[in-house]
């Protein structure tokens, strides 16, 4: 932190639409946990990524630059600020930013907003209190060390006095910001909200029906728009005849919009189709439905999934391009070897399903353009509508609403664009609203995978050879056409950094070809590498005639702190740590009734350790899952309540993805349309949740919201085994007529 400095009020207020007569501060944060640098872009005006608005009858708010999608992320920023302030909780609001490079980065994804922002936000909340104090001692005459500040009062410790934080406004207003080195940080057994149970800022509007999600922004005289987009990935339309839609009430225009084909590298465009606009949102969707389309389908018409599938597991019979990261020699171990096991795990395409579409209201005016969407990455928005529409990017504007949920679909712009595109051709300001059918059969689809992994045993159940081959088409396929390989990113998501001490270590990677689009969904490749490698080492652990979880500690070995410049260093210890406690509290070992089983499994990801059990019992041939025990070493913890909350939550949709998740295609196009054939783990399904949070406050924050997710099958599929003896290595477990 250089210094902060004071952002005119006049132009705070224009911008933000707050009440004037307060403090103002701000910093802004590059992504670097280490940066606190202001920027001055012209005289009493500073563009900052993080404000503290303080007004005279002592309410607080904060300008939050990161999405709200049920993470709690407004409340998580919110406190950390008022923690280092003493201010009181009930005095704190958030106002959401616009998408605005001046803000750092505003991608809400990859679980490291509390990771990069959290020291600059405590920074903010201690300068503010520093200059509170400062005046409060300037009134009295004392000593700034005489003056402590408790519960939104600053107390004169020498007379008890004490001045509220609203009182104090308009002194401390003018003074000079407080030197970097004068800005001290509270020791974390001093705090008050970090790391504890808070109330979310936005409990009421949630509770009350207030909050504002995308789809319901409402503009006068606006429009509403459907889009018929072709069956197959990439395809165009030959012709259209829409007679009968243009005889439903309501329905007001329809046009072809064709295809938007994004720069190699960046952004998402849009696929194109037949835009119905109508005066509500139902006449849209029917005059949709009523269309006549001839479909030219394109090149990948002949993407069926199950040949494609196929293709790859031949693939992964012969060698594989050999990745950077083997160690030893596999061969010479397989042939040393006492016992040899060897295993083909696949997982298909998912899609993230979120309650809420995808949706976007737009207003398209002459050399301007303002939009209101549910958006993760309001910059990269920003960014792609002033490429397609050639605007200055200062003439565009995204509000961020509230997100009925993410998990990565809202990352990419194509809804926003699609429906930019629209209020240009209609002139008018519209909302495009996708359908669920739309959502599913046009989304970015978490990649399929296939995986071959060999071992070898020595006469002690020790494992001497690992042989790890992988295929599955590339997310970077979306940004650079024949991506396809997997990307170094990809593989590091849990794959070549494998946490396990084996001598002889070998990776390869397969072609794997796109042919619909793939996106990221919440943890990414971890799903895949935590699947295999979970379910391997189990299925070792058994041929062995070892206890998994003996197996596992022996196969991390000596605790190691990984090498290298990462502010995160891997450390083994924790990740043991994590394994031992769940299983504890899972009373591994006991005695279960008959038909149950007990399995694990134990996960890195985004720097933070996560261990899982889970008790499934059977019934009929039938699964059900009983209990789930998960630990998690994320550091410090901002919000405990919150933490929780983000791992109940990957526990449903990790079941949900064990259970159902299946997208599959025919002739290019996707089968599945909507909850009935994509289901979802039902509140009568839901088991036992325990989470149990490991106290590390004095080690840096890491990831939460996505660690979770990775761990749920194969923990689901290990207790299988121990309950029935079966071995599944294939998902959902629906195609095994187990649920």
Known sequence: MNKIQNLSRRSFVKVFGLASGGILLGCTASGNKKAFIPIVTEENSFTPNLFINIQKDGNITLIASRSEMGQGIRTSLASAIADEMEADWKYISVSQATGDEKYGNQNTDGSRSVRTMLEPMRKMGATAKKMLITAAANKWQVSENDCIAVNHHVINTNSEEKIFFGDLVEAAAGLEIPDAKNIALKETKDFNYIGKTLKSVDLKDFTHGTAIYGIDKRIPNMKFAAIARCPVTFGSVKSFDSTTSKSIAGVEKIFSMDRMVPPTGKFFGMLGGVAVIANNTWAAFQGKENLEIEWDLGTNRDYTTQSYN???????????????????????????????????????????????????????????????????????????????????????????????????????????????????????????????????????????????????????????????????????????????????????????????????????????????????????????????????????????????????????????????????????????????????????????????GLGFAVHYSFYSYVATVVEVSTNDDKIKVENIWTAIDCGLVLNKDNVINQLEGAAIFGMSLTMFGKITTEEGAIVQSNYHDYPMTRMKDTPNIDITVIDNMETAPTGVGELGVPLIAPAICNAIFKATGKRIRSLPLADHGLV
């Open 310 to 596: 196929q293709k790859i597991s031949d693939r992964l019979e012969s060698n594989g391009k050999l990745v950077p990261g083997s160690r030893g020699n596999v061969a010479t171990a397989f042939d040393d070897s006492y016992q040899m096991i060897e295993a083909t795990y696949h997982i298909p395409h998912l899609v993230h399903a979120p309650m809420e579409v995808p949706n976007a209201t737009a207003w398209f005016q002459g050399d301007s353009c303002e939009v209101w969407a549910p958006v993760q990455d309001p910059q990269t928005v920003r960014s792609e509508i002033a490429h397609f529409f050639n605007l200055e990017i200062e003439k565009v504007t995204v509000h961020v609403t509230f997100l009925g949920g993410g998990f990565g679909r809202k990352s990419k712009s194509d809804f926003v664009v699609e429906a930019v595109a629209v209020s240009k051709e209609i002139n008018a300001p519209v909302q495009v609203v996708w359908t669920r059918e739309d959502d599913i059969r046009h989304s970015f689809y978490h990649s399929t995978c296939t995986q071959h992994i060999k071992g070898s045993l020595d006469k002690n159940g020790q494992v001497t050879g690992w042989l790890h081959r992988v295929a599955f088409p590339s997310i970077v396929s979306s940004f650079k056409p024949l991506s396809d390989y997997a990307s170094g990113f990809e593989l590091g998501q849990g794959f070549i950094n494998n946490p396990y001490q084996i001598p002889n270590f070998r990776f390869e990677n397969a072609k794997a070809e796109a042919q619909i689009r793939i996106g990221w969904m919440r943890s990414v490749i971890h799903i895949h590498s935590g699947f295999g490698i979970n379910s391997f080492v189990d299925e070792l652990a058994a041929k062995a005639g070892k206890d998994p979880l003996a197996f596992h500690l022996d196969l991390l070995g000596k605790d190691q702190v990984g090498k290298g410049k990462s502010d995160f260093p891997f450390e083994s210890r924790r990740l043991k740590n994590v394994l031992t406690t769940v299983t504890q509290k899972a009373n591994w070992g006991k005695k279960l009734p008959e038909g149950h």
